[in-house]
């Protein structure tokens, strides 16, 4: 049996000049980032806790191409390999690992040195470690990183924020490393203080809101066409060609041609998978912001909320059971009668229109933290760089970055006169779905909720002013006119009373 092969020795003898940059933190991600920024041309120096993880880096970069990776076991010849100004990416799980990284590098660390966090942070955690790295002379990057292992390896989205001169430093080798497009690599200073992560979070809301969608419109294929999960690959594809063309619909169609490789039997991997959705949290910081900072996000509340219930399995199988004893119908509701091509087109609509609604929500986010921190966002710049290397890259998000710029103060895509006009064109397929659904039986809160926020933002007239005017009832909250100015509060209990008093 032969023998394994040794790994290289932790660093080559010379290598000059010395990198500029250094990456500590060697999962996959950490590995695949410093390959690609090392097959760019830039060499790096890598650094990890465990050895092993050094090593199998170390071998990765030999089989890769000899690709210039200098491999560390202990942070101070870790960071003293590095050139000044020194540049240290951190790409270890968010949080308290995070400090401790910190802690460990930092005594080597001089004024004028960078750490770049990586990871999928809390904006305050950033913003709290910008004042402290500050205080020591070290300057801060939080910068958020998509596109997943093969992203990070072949060229990521990347969305950094903190100081400016950290970027500057390193500013040639992340356009080298970020996904390249049309418009340029896909990565831009963000904005000061924790901008880049909070960039990176709703970004991956909308992700959430995304992948809600397009699930919804499988279970719509599925269970009133009828459509065979070789059907639905093949719809999926088709989409992919036009204006839907995604990372998410693209490997939605793959993941429909995937048999099953553990039962022998042909069948489709998908139909195999228990139905309960995980997540990392970003999702939930998404909803939370949007609701402190009193922006409507309902399409990716209602993703949140999908995921939520998918953990319920065991719930969800009793409440089945419940209701089927109390007379509910096993499956659908309702027949929905319809040409399997038809629904196809009609679905495409609805799930068009509906991530619109999605971005939107996104954008209106960005745009309402940017003024609260006066982080300055550029909201067609971040649509540029999301269009390459990133989980939601899509073809439309070059509209998106025109609209921005036609009008950077463009208070909704929803009236950008390109996106109206679509909107309009395809909302009767986009409420002939929810319709048919509802009445089937199926649930689809992403599509829903997208609805509702569209025909809720057109409305000129709202039934708001009765819950003002209940509010105004019970807890003197008072109210405005529309007929004039100020603020009103009437005694509506004694008024009513007396009116009933009259009318007997």
């Known amino acids: 049996m032969a023998s394994p092969a040794p790994a290289p020795p932790a660093a080559a003898a010379t290598h000059s000049p010395p990198p500029r940059i250094g990456l500590a ?22 650094y990890n806790r465990t050895a092993a993880k050094v090593d199998s880096t170390l071998l990765r970069a030999r089989d890769e191409g000899a690709l210039p990776v200098l491999g560390h076991r202990d942070p101070r010849g870790f960071v003293l390999s590095l050139a000044r100004p020194r540049t240290v990416v951190l790409l270890v799980q968010a949080g308290p690992a995070v400090d401790a990284t910190i802690q460990a590098l930092s005594p080597y660390l001089e004024p004028g040195d960078a750490i770049v966090d990586g990871g999928n942070e809390w904006y305050q955690n950033t913003e709290r470690r910008i004042e402290e790295a500050a205080a020591r002379g070290i300057l801060y990057l939080g910068m958020g990183v998509s596109g997943g292992e093969e992203g990070a390896r072949n060229g990521p989205s990347l969305m950094p924020g903190g100081h400016a001169d950290a970027y500057n430093n ?3 080798i992340l356009e080298k490393a970020a996904a390249q497009t049309e418009d340029g690599a896909c990565v831009t200073f963000v904005g000061p203080g924790g901008a880049g992560n909070f960039v990176k979070m709703v970004h991956n809301g909308i ?16 269970r009133v066409g ?9 719809v999926f594809a088709e989409w992919n060609k036009g204006e839907l063309e995604s990372f998410l619909v693209e490997i939605t169609a793959d ?60 719930e969800r199988v009793a409440a089945a059971g419940v209701l089927e004893e109390e ?27 509906s991530k619109i609604c999605s971005y939107a929500q996104g954008m209106n986010l960005l745009r309402a933290k940017g003024v609260e921190k006066g982080w300055n966002l550029n909201l067609a710049e971040l649509a540029r760089i999301w269009k390459g290397g990133c989980i939601i890259r899509a073809r439309f998000l070059d509209r998106i970055k025109r609209a921005y710029d036609r009008n950077p103060e463009l208070a909704n895509l929803i009236v950008d006169r390109e996106f109206a006009r679509e909107m309009v064109q395809r909302q009767n397929a986009w409420r002939w779905v929810v319709a048919r659904a509802v009445e089937a039986g199926i649930s689809t809160p992403g599509m829903t909720a997208s609805l509702s926020y569209f025909d809720t933002y057109r409305s ?13 009832l019970f807890g003197a909250h008072t109210y405005e006119r529309i007929d004039r100015p100020g603020s009103f509060h009437t005694e509506w209990t004694k008024l009513a009373r007396r009116s009933n008093g009259a009318a007997i």
């Open 327 to 353: 007379g509910m119908p096993v499956g659908l509701l309702e027949t929905v009668n319809v040409d399997k091509k038809v629904l196809v087109d009609r679905v495409r609509q609805a799930l068009y229109a």
């Open 460 to 472: 000129s007239r709202l039934p708001a002013n009765l819950i003002q005017a209940q509010r105004d």
């Open 25 to 46: 933190g060697l999962a996959t991600m950490g590995q695949n980032l410093a390959l690609n920024i090392a097959e760019k041309g830039f060499p790096i120096s890598v």
């Open 255 to 314: 993941i429909f041609t995937v048999a099953d490789p553990l039962d022998g039997t042909g069948g489709a991997l998908v139909d195999k998978i228990l139905d309960k959705t995980g997540m990392k949290g970003t999702g939930k910081w998404t909803v939370q912001q949007a609701a402190e900072l009193a922006v409507a996000a309902p399409t990716i509340a209602a993703s949140l909320d999908g995921r939520y219930l998918s953990g319920l399995k065991d």
């Open 207 to 222: 992700e959430y809101g995304d992948m809600q969608l397009i699930a919804e419109a499988y279970d719509v294929l599925r």
């Open 170 to 172: 390193i500013r040639d």
């Open 226 to 234: 009828g459509l065979s999960n070789s059907e639905i690959a093949d």
